[in-house]
Every structure is written in structure tokens, then in C-alpha cells.
């Protein structure tokens, strides 16, 4: 069936779709939204499948901090693939964190994805990544609260979805979480062990988010400079996705925290085919405010002082750059209203730089080609 009103596809038709291929599908999120016109336009010139998100955090039903609900994002995504003319994307929510696990938590949740399917998201990822128990005997254990509460979820989507099909992603370890000795990483067995009892649970995620190296947003030395981020650990991240097959589990890796990494690196380094989903949230935003800077200097410079006087109390010693790099995303939902009032030029500028930077991003995912490849395999 063609997909000819241009509404998003379920999560799992996209990412099945490319299984065994050295892709990598873009996950972009559009915190603002005004980079959607050019995201889509490029993902059709490259015939590049899409998934579009945004996290709980952003977008809830009260609008998060982007100041949208999950209809309104599902509006303002579904009239971009309109405007372009593309078909091979998926509505996805991103980060449906649960962080104590007790009913009321639960409950809210319930409630935010009712109101996602309701708006006509195609793809979850629950992230119960939080409920690690540190006190498990094994890894069985330490588990155990993530297994329960995202089966729960999970059979809550299903039960909502009735009989439509849909993408599911997870998480097992805490991305960018540090303790004394840095970052966390997730072993090979963790990722296994959790697959493989959510299967025993009939949960059948295509993707899994592990704590591999990264972080999410901008990124800081210890002076406070902005750095690239090269923090990824490559060899870790391709023993987990050599486990997970190994063990027969049908699940690709979805890297977050993309934000920062070089491009040249994801091209010539990044693992395509074991990660098979690539998130990419805070460069969007860092996008419109570079344009901001020149087309918009009063709000840029609104935003920008809003930002640092706000946060600077909770950030002691740190430097201005980074309190606004760290913290300008609660800015979105204050100064909404300007955001989306720009002058026609500073949306075309948004529009053009977006579709430029894309472009540079399906390239590097070797993701060329895989909307007519989705689109094949649909048709079986
Ligand atoms: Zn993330």
C-alpha cells in the first residue's frame, strides 16, 4: 500500500526494513521545529528513511520544555512530510523515562502515551534505564525493575496500539551516567540478559539504547570550553551488537548523543549495521541559534541573557558558555511566541542550513537509498 497522505509508518517498518545493511537511520529531534521543512526535503532528495522525535521531558502533555504536546508535535511533523512529499518516516517518543517506578509514576506515563497514540506516534522507547539496582546479586537483579517496569509499559503501548504495528526501543544503562572512575559503560552480558527477558516477557524491542561513552547535548572540558565529542567507545559498542547476535536477539543499538560527535568520524568509524539508529538532538537547536545570532541579534541576545540569569545560581564557577550550551533548551517554551514569529528570511536561512546539514548527516549514515529499500519491504 502506498503511504500516499504522507502519515508516519510504524517504527518497526523502518527499522526492519534496513536490518543486515550498513545504515544507520537518523533520529532527529525537533525541539524547534523549524528545522523539519529542511530535514524532510533532504531525506527525500536522498531517498534517506526518517524517524523524528522528541523525548518526555520535551513534549508532555502540559508541552514539556519545547512548549509542545504531543499533538502539536504530531501536527507540525506530519505538515513537513506534507510540504516535502515524504512517506518513509516514523513518529517516534523518544526518553518515556521512569525514574522511581512507583504507580503514580506509572500511571502518568500511561497517560502521556495514550495521549501519543492518540496523536498518531508510530514508535516508543521507554527508558527505565534509572531503576538499576546497585544492590542485585547478579545481573538478573540488577535489572530486574527496568524488566518489570518496561514489560508494563510495553504491554500498555500494545494493548493501546490494538493490533497496529509499531517501533519499540529500550534502554539498559544510563546514557552519559558517571561514577568515581567516569563513565559507565554497558557490558555485552547486561544488554543480553535484558533482551533476553523482555522476550521471555513476549517484549520484542528492534533497537536498544546502551551507555556506550557519549552524553547527551553540548559538550565541556573541565575549563568549561566546548569540546568535540570522540568519547564513543567504538570496540564496546560492536561487543554488544556482536552479543546480541550471537544470542539470536533480533536488536540493533540506537546511539544517543550524537550532538557534537564529527561527522568524518561517524562516516569512517561508527559501527553502520550494529547501530542502526542515530540520535540527533541538541545539533538542531544549536542550528537555529547560530542563525538567530545574525538574522534575530535581539532575540538571540534575549535568549541568550534569559538563559545564563536563570541558571547561573545552580552553576556555580561555570563558565557562560556553558550554562547557555547546557541550559538554553528551557528557553525554548519561554520565548515560544518569538521563536515561531522569525521574519521569513531567518526561516528560509533555518530551512537551507537544515536541509545542508542532513544532507552531511545521511551521508555519514550510509543511510542513501533506505527509504525505497523500507518502502520494498513494506510491500511484501
Ligand atoms: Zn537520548
Redesign the pocket.
Known amino acids: 500500500m502506498d503511504n500516499n497522505d504522507f502519515g508516519p509508518i510504524p517504527g518497526s517498518a523502518i527499522l526492519n526494513g534496513i536490518a543486515g545493511r550498513k545504515m544507520i537511520v537518523m533520529a532527529a529531534n525537533l525541539r524547534i521545529t523549524s528545522v523539519a521543512t529542511g530535514i524532510f526535503r533532504a531525506a527525500k532528495d536522498t531517498d534517506s528513511a526518517l524517524i523524528v522525535e522528541l ?1 518526555k521531558s520535551e513534549c508532555d502533555l502540559k508541552g514539556g520544555y519545547s512548549g509542545l504536546t504531543p499533538k502539536m508535535f504530531s501536527e507540525r511533523a506530519n505538515a513537513a512530510a506534507r510540504d516535502a512529499g515524504f512517506d518513509i518516516w516514523a513518529l517516534h517518543a ?2 518515556i523515562t521512569v525514574k522511581k517506578g512507583d504507580s503514580a509514576e506509572i500511571e502518568d506515563t500511561k497517560k502521556l502515551i495514550d495521549a501519543q497514540i492518540d496523536a498518531g506516534y508510530t514508535s516508543f522507547a521507554i527508558d527505565a534505564s534509572h531503576l538499576f539496582n546497585f544492590q542485585g546479586k547478579n545481573l538478573r537483579e540488577e535489572l530486574d525493575k527496568n524488566i518489570v517496569v518496561t514489560t508494563e509499559l510495553a504491554k500498555h503501548i500494545e494493548k493501546r496500539m490494538n493490533g497496529k504495528e509499531y517501533g519499540l526501543e529500550v534502554e539498559v544503562g544510563e ?1 552519559g551516567r558517571k561514577d568515581g572512575d567516569g563513565m559507565v559503560l554497558t557490558r555485552p552480558e547486561e544488554a543480553v540478559t535484558f533482551i533476553r527477558a523482555l522476550n521471555e516477557n513476549d517484549v520484542y524491542p528492534q533497537v536498544i ?1 546502551i551507555a556506550n561513552g557519549s552524553s ?1 547535548g553540548n559538550v565541556y572540558d573541565e575549563h568549561g570550553n566546548p569540546v568535540e565529542q570522540v568519547s564513543i567507545d567504538i570496540p564496546l559498542t560492536k561487543a554488544v551488537a556482536r552479543a546480541l547476535r550471537e544470542n539470536n536477539l533480533n536488536v540493533g543499538i540506537a546511539q ?2 550524537i550532538t557534537g560527535t564529527p561527522r568524518e568520524l561517524i562516516n569512517t568509524q561508527f559501527p553502520k549495521g550494529d547501530i542502526i539508529k542515530g ?1 540527533v538532538a541538541t545539533f538542531w537547536q544549536n542550528l537555529v541559534f547560530d542563525i538567530f545570532k545574525v538574522y534575530e541579534p535581539e532575540l538571540y541576545n534575549d535568549i541568550r541573557n534569559w538563559t545564563i540569569e536563570t541558571y547561573r545560581g545552580k552553576n556555580p564557577g561555570k563558565k557562560d558558555v556553558e550554562i547557555f550550551g547546557k541550559n538554553a533548551k528551557f528557553a525554548i517554551k519561554e520565548f515560544f511566541d518569538r521563536i515561531y514569529g522569525v521574519e521569513e528570511d531567518t526561516t528560509n536561512a533555518i530551512e537551507a542550513m537544515a536541509y545542508a546539514e542532513s544532507l552531511t548527516f545521511f551521508r555519514a549514515f550510509g543511510s542513501k537509498g533506505s527509504a525505497s529499500i523500507v518502502r520494498e519491504s513494506m510491500k511484501i
Request: zero cysteines; glycine letters at 12%.
Open positions: 523525548a523518544d526518553h546514557i539504547a547527551h544517543h548523543g540520535n
